[in-house]
């Protein structure tokens, strides 16, 4: 065995160079995993953030089209009730 290390000295050398920067490339790898593991939970946690305030500005658009609608219910009831009182002063 020594013998066969000896005569490929170069061959074996490059192997364990291989190896090593294989092993070095992975925890690389597994390093930029996790970063982007985390960047991709916070775009997650910035993404549910902003369907609930598209979900909350829909509420308040929800909102104030049901107020508009009462206030042309409003503004008609108001209309009728003062041609009622001119009608009615008409009357006197």
Known sequence: M???IMNN????V???CFLITLYIQHIENM???QALDHK?????IKIDDQYK????IKLDKSVFEATMIQMT???DDIKEIRNDIKSILREK
């Open 40 to 44: 991709y939970n916070t775009l997650e």
């Open 31 to 33: 390093s930029k995993l």
């Open 53 to 56: 305030k598209i979900d909350a």
């Open 9 to 12: 000295l170069r061959l074996v």
């Open 73 to 75: 219910a409003i503004r």
């Open 2 to 4: 020594k013998n066969f």
């Open 14 to 16: 490059t192997i364990i």
